[in-house]
């Protein structure tokens, strides 16, 4: 009599939903266990700051439906308040806190990135975060509770900016921080980041960057409850503060494997069909490094679309179906303060820089090309474009024929591009 399979997704976020759905759309019946250690439904974290803010309801937070629907409609057993301590990875064993051990047959990680909290900032009980639901609600219930005159948020990411503007549209004064030399350092180039400070800093925004956050001290009155921050920079200048979130990075949630087992660099590393080192043991989502199609190597790229297409492939294989995909570019979409920004391609490679500009400037587009294709584009105020480019760019990388079809130069042109401007995007060493 032949056994069933049994299968366990470790974490349950956008990775760990696709990856089920998968599972059972590829007509798989094994039986599932989800571990949690919350009691929530998947969300998707670049949605935090809109809660915050008041423009989603809290059940907006989570586009899957709750997790009753969620096991009912999947069939699986959702395990809620169980956080695990380990992952055997060679024993295919999930152990959880309390010391039980279960075994399967197939096993996905899918445990996401927690925000990075350096040392010099850990001891701070008032500080905020903006990564998870609960950070959200936080932050939102101290805005209710008190009027901040000045916040100071410590990391210019798209996170950041987003913190700095719900924050500004409340009339709180904002200084952004970041030791990086401009906003945006991972997706823009120095050009549209100085276009961008610019726009900021006429809104009465302050930013402060090139230069490290060395601590922050934080002041208390009787009672013990925090009023405000002096936060110190590497150069021995102060900024005093009310209100102090932090928005510096994540680290993949690695910590229950143990590197002896499995292949880790800054995350899990996965081939194609989201495989880890160990047979049976599969990695999808913010916590592993897959492919980037333009670099050729593995790397995380911590995306909602990027963990949904993991998670699926990662779930057609677990369940007998063979899958695989080539990975991704670093691409990046955000909506602040009646601006828009995207990023597509690696802002680090160098090459031809062409530009245009709207007659009113409002409109701006930087691409860079080797050889005559495209390697990265960065869009200001024009969201219309950037589907057609993002797909351009991935079929140069492929190597396919570039041309513009009709319809997407109608596209382009209807949205602000030149003709001319579009012939030369165009990568004629494929055709």
């Not at 915050?52 to 969620?70: D, H, N, S, V």
Request: glycine share 10%.
């Amino acid at each position: 009599m032949l056994t069933m399979e049994r299968l366990a997704i470790v974490g349950f976020g956008c990775a760990g939903y696709h990856a089920l759905e998968a599972i059972r759309q590829a007509g798989c019946r094994a039986p599932v266990d989800i571990y949690s250690d919350t009691g929530l439904p998947p969300y998707n974290p670049m949605l935090t700051t809109y809660y915050t803010a008041g423009r989603l309801p809290y059940q907006g937070l989570f586009p899957f439906g709750t997790l009753e629907e969620i096991a009912r409609r999947f069939d699986a057993r959702v395990l809620t308040q169980t956080p695990v301590q380990a992952v055997r990875a060679r024993d295919h064993q999930v152990v959880t806190a309390d010391g039980r051990r279960e075994t399967y047959d197939q096993i996905l990680l899918s445990t996401g990135a927690s925000a990075f909290v350096p040392g010099s900032f850990v001891g701070l009980k008032g500080a905020f975060c903006m990564r998870t639901v609960a950070d959200a609600v936080r932050l939102r219930e101290a805005l209710e509770k008190r009027t901040y005159r000045r916040a100071v948020i410590v990391g210019a990411s798209m996170v950041g900016i987003k913190v700095a503007e719900l924050l500004h549209q409340r009339g709180c004064h904002v200084t952004l921080a970041d030791m990086a030399p401009h906003i945006f350092a991972l997706a823009a180039y120095p050009e549209v980041s100085t276009l961008i400070e610019g726009r900021l800093r006429a809104m009465g925004i302050d930013l402060v960057f090139g230069q490290a956050i060395a601590g922050a001290e934080e002041h208390t009155d009787e009672q013990g409850a925090v009023q405000g921050y002096t936060v110190s920079l590497a150069d021995g200048s102060t900024l005093e503060t009310e209100l102090l979130v932090l928005n510096i990075g994540t680290r993949a949630a690695t910590g229950l494997l143990d590197p002896a087992e499995i292949a880790i660099d800054r995350g899990v590393v996965v081939d194609e069909r989201m495989h880890t080192s160990v047979p049976g043991i599969y990695a999808a989502g913010d916590c592993c490094q897959g492919n980037n199609l333009q670099s050729g190597q593995t790397q995380i790229i911590g995306l909602w679309a990027n963990a949904g297409t993991q998670g699926r492939v990662a779930g057609r294989n677990m369940a007998g179906v063979s899958d695989e995909t080539d990975g991704t570019i670093l691409h990046n979409i955000t909506h602040f303060l009646d601006m828009d920004f995207i990023g597509l391609g690696d802002n680090r490679l160098t090459g031809e820089v062409a530009t245009y500009a709207s007659p009113d400037r409002r409109f701006y587009l930087q691409a860079v090309l080797r050889e005559g294709a495209p390697v990265g584009f960065n869009i200001l105020d024009n969201y219309g474009v950037s589907g057609i480019l993002k797909a351009h760019l991935i079929k140069v990388l492929r190597g396919q024929p570039s041309r513009f079809t009709p319809e997407q130069r109608g596209q382009l042109i209807r949205f602000g591009l030149k003709e001319s401007f579009i012939d030369h995007l165009e990568a004629n060493k494929y055709d």
